[in-house]
């Protein structure tokens, strides 16, 4: 049974968050830093420590953008993805090697190896997945959603980079947990998928036990489908690409004035964030964002829990999908 990681010292850290906010016309009281560092605990602890590391060599580095840029992404997308029928839970796909590697499930060229998950050399930290437990129907569901998140000016270069790696870890994903036919029956894959459900059941007590949304049920997974999934009884699936696409690539850019989401090459949801709302967001609660994000309805952007989520089919042919614009990077 995989363990919670140790937390990260509050009062050695604060004063270095609330120092770089401030830099960035943020004002954090101590409550908001608590709480930031609590989802990086959450989700993944040497990401703060390596925040901190990178302040005493620059105030701005790209790391440190990069992580902040990681807590109002997180915040924004189980806002985003939140739906009455799905629990999502956020995982970084660096914390989820390291942890099958101490296991052993990621050597080499093993299925849950980072070559075959797509990350030719090593996941990036601007990796995550989320894990979502469909409970619509007798029997649960489970989904994979990575997303990859950008921030910056983000030009032609970096998207289309961004979509190509959300697109293989999509793959990746798939042939390492979903590949159909009699191999999901072998030991290899019933051991990988036990390991991703006992992730996903981590994973969510942290999202509990750090307060990263208190308007999500996380008992539905600690304990209404707790033994239902680390039993075998669910069903991998990837009928939810038929409304959210196979991934996501999160953009915080310069430049932009308004939210949209659009499905781009390879059925890659696109969804394109103004730079100010990295900053913006990262000290409101998930309940706060969703709010947002309805009280808005830009036409342009998908309501993703107005949608129904029974009876679907994963046909990717129901998406609008069109051709990565260059002129509008």
Same mark, same amino acid.
Request: proline content about 2%.
């Given at each position: 049974?995989?363990?919670?990681? $140790?937390? /990260?010292? &509050?009062?050695?850290?604060?004063?270095?968050?609330?120092? =770089? %906010?401030?830099?960035?016309? *943020?004002?954090?009281?101590?409550?908001?830093?608590?709480?930031?560092?609590?989802?990086?605990?959450?989700?993944?602890?040497?990401?703060?420590?390596?925040?901190?590391?990178?302040?005493?060599?620059?105030?701005?580095?790209?790391?440190?953008?990069?992580?902040?840029?990681?807590?109002?992404?997180?915040?924004?997308?189980?806002?985003?993805?939140?739906?009455?029928?799905?629990?999502?839970?956020?995982?970084?796909?660096?914390?989820?090697?390291?942890?099958?590697?101490?296991?052993?499930?990621?050597?080499?060229?093993?299925?849950?190896?980072?070559?075959?998950?797509?990350?030719?050399?090593?996941?990036?930290?601007?990796?995550? $997945?989320? /894990?979502? &437990?469909?409970?619509?129907?007798?029997?649960?569901?489970? =989904? %994979?959603?990575?997303?990859? *998140?950008?921030?910056?000016?983000?030009?032609?270069?970096?998207?289309?980079?961004?979509?190509?790696?959300?697109?293989?870890?999509?793959?990746?994903?798939?042939?390492?947990?979903?590949?159909?036919?009699?191999?999901?029956?072998?030991?290899?894959?019933?051991?990988?998928?036990?390991?991703?459900?006992?992730?996903?059941?981590?994973?969510?007590?942290?999202?509990?036990?750090?307060?990263?949304?208190?308007?999500?049920?996380?008992?539905?997974?600690?304990?209404?489908?707790?033994?239902?999934?680390?039993?075998?009884?669910?069903?991998?699936?990837?009928?939810?690409?038929?409304?959210?696409?196979?991934?996501?690539?999160?953009?915080?850019?310069?430049? &932009?004035?308004?939210?949209?989401?659009?499905?781009?090459?390879?059925?890659?949801?696109?969804?394109?964030?103004?730079?100010?709302?990295?900053?913006?967001?990262?000290?409101?609660?998930?309940?706060?964002?969703?709010?947002?994000?309805?009280?808005?309805?830009?036409?342009?952007?998908?309501?993703?829990?107005?949608?129904?989520?029974?009876?679907?089919?994963?046909?990717?042919?129901?998406?609008?999908?069109?051709?990565?614009?260059?002129?509008?990077?």
């Amino acid at each position: 049974m995989m363990q919670l990681q $140790l937390p /990260i010292n &509050l009062s050695s850290n604060s004063m270095v968050i609330q120092e =770089y %906010l401030k830099i960035k016309g *943020v004002e954090a009281d101590v409550d908001d830093v608590h709480r930031i560092i609590n989802l990086f605990n959450a989700v993944n602890g040497d990401w703060l420590l390596r925040l901190v590391s990178s302040k005493k060599g620059s105030k701005d580095s790209t790391f440190s953008r990069e992580k902040i840029s990681i807590v109002a992404a997180i915040k924004f997308m189980l806002a985003f993805l939140k739906h009455k029928d799905i629990v999502w839970v956020p995982v970084s796909l660096e914390e989820m090697l390291r942890v099958s590697g101490g296991a052993g499930l990621s050597k080499d060229e093993g299925v849950l190896s980072a070559k075959n998950l797509g990350f030719e050399k090593g996941p990036t930290s601007d990796d995550l $997945l989320f /894990i979502g &437990l469909d409970k619509s129907g007798d029997t649960p569901k489970i =989904y %994979l959603y990575p997303t990859e *998140v950008k921030t910056g000016n983000n030009e032609v270069a970096v998207i289309k980079k961004a979509f190509e790696q959300a697109s293989a870890t999509a793959e990746g994903l798939h042939k390492a947990f979903n590949p159909g036919g009699e191999i999901m029956d072998t030991i290899l894959y019933k051991v990988n998928r036990n390991f991703l459900m006992q992730m996903l059941v981590t994973s969510c007590k942290k999202m509990q036990v750090y307060h990263v949304d208190d308007s999500q049920n996380w008992d539905e997974v600690l304990d209404t489908y707790r033994e239902a999934i680390l039993n075998e009884r669910y069903f991998m699936s990837e009928n939810i690409q038929e409304l959210l696409g196979k991934g996501a690539v999160l953009s915080f850019r310069k430049g &932009l004035m308004s939210r949209r989401t659009s499905f781009k090459e390879d059925a890659i949801n696109f969804i394109e964030m103004p730079e100010r709302d990295e900053f913006g967001l990262i000290l409101k609660q998930v309940a706060e964002i969703y709010e947002d994000i309805h009280s808005k309805r830009d036409s342009d952007f998908l309501l993703f829990d107005e949608c129904i989520v029974d009876n679907l089919t994963g046909d990717l042919s129901k998406l609008s999908v069109s051709a990565l614009d260059e002129k509008r990077h």
